[in-house]
């Protein structure tokens, strides 16, 4: 679908001098760009959340990346001639390199699982069937001479199209299936008031099925026997707030603290006051320390309440 436009620019990207490579630059991040973005959300993500300069540094450090190689063999020409030569070994890289764009789409699918539920995913894999219907039509024209198999084999792909591009205007109404708590309450601006007001310390855990550093965060520390039993203890309530559709009133709870995404972690101290925020990177001792310094007292405090009720 692509080839006219990569073939054009190809053909800019041949002339000489500095316009030519200029755009040859231009054509390799226009062809590389797709393949790598699944692979760079971490950096665009937290670029996002920076200031202005930060988020610049950090474009400014992928463009680098990617020119790198060129301008070192630009300015040492020397190891340039012992890079493999053209051959076929590069066709049978291309195909293996597939395999982790493939990985990569099986992620993406478990993520869209998350947020539209099996509805959803079923809408995708069967667009998914109508694209290649669609690319097998257009083939089919492209092969076909002047006539009536050639017109019915465009209208074929075309109305292939149309039906996938019908089928995701409907990934908004599927259902999502709801999110597990491991351990913890859903979050609710009216249930975190209710705890406040009872005086009960509380850790909101505000993540996304999306989020990769959330899922890490809860594998290596939210998760851990030594967090949970100290959760317990000292008589910490985990409500969890699911931002994996955009969740409006977690979006507000976001921004109310300067952030544009999740993960955030909030621990709201007993007896009322500000919460303490976690970074956003988490460890086990991270998370025990700032039990320590935003809850001290609270298990002898929950003891001695149980104590005389």
């Not at 030519?20 to 950096?43: I, R, W, Y």
């Not at 009536?148 to 199209?161: T, V």
């Not at 603290?257 to 709201?268: A, C, I, K, N």
Request: aromatic letters at 6%; glycine letters at 14%.
């Amino acid at each position: 679908a692509f080839g006219g436009p990569v073939s054009a620019g190809g053909g800019l990207a041949a002339r000489g001098g500095h316009s030519g490579s200029f755009l040859t630059g231009v054509l390799a991040v226009l062809v590389a760009t797709p393949c790598t973005a699944p692979f760079m959300a971490a950096a665009l993500g937290a670029a996002l959340l920076l200031p202005a300069p930060a988020a610049l540094a950090v474009f400014a450090a992928l463009g680098v990346g990617m020119a790198l190689p060129y301008a070192l063999l630009a300015l040492f020409p020397g190891p340039a001639e012992r890079l493999p030569r053209p051959g076929p070994w590069m066709e049978r890289l291309r195909q293996f390199l597939a395999f982790p764009m493939y990985g990569a789409a099986a992620w993406l699918a478990w993520v869209l699982a998350q947020q539209s539920g099996p509805d959803g995913v079923l809408l995708v894999l069967g667009g998914a069937v109508l694209v290649g219907l669609a690319a097998w039509a257009w083939g089919q024209a492209q092969r076909s001479p002047e006539g009536l198999l050639q017109r019915a084999s465009r209208g074929l792909a075309a109305l292939a199209i149309l039906a996938g591009l019908a089928g995701l205007t409907r990934l908004d109404t599927a259902a999502p299936p709801r999110m597990a708590e491991a351990g913890g309450e859903a979050w609710s601006e009216a249930r975190l008031a209710a705890l406040r007001a009872d005086g009960r310390p509380v850790f909101v855990n505000l993540t996304a099925a999306w989020c990769i550093t959330c899922k890490v965060n809860e594998r290596v520390a939210l998760d851990q026997p030594s967090v949970q039993d100290a959760f317990s203890r000292r008589g910490v309530t985990v409500l969890e707030g699911d931002w994996t559709r955009g969740d409006p009133a977690i979006t507000a709870l976001l921004r109310a603290h300067g952030r544009d995404g999740v993960p955030l972690y909030l621990l709201y101290p007993a007896g009322g006051g500000e919460p303490a925020v976690l970074p956003q990177i988490l460890t086990e001792g991270i998370v025990l320390r700032a039990l320590d310094d935003t809850l001290h007292g609270v298990a002898g405090t929950e003891k001695g309440r149980r104590g005389t009720t």
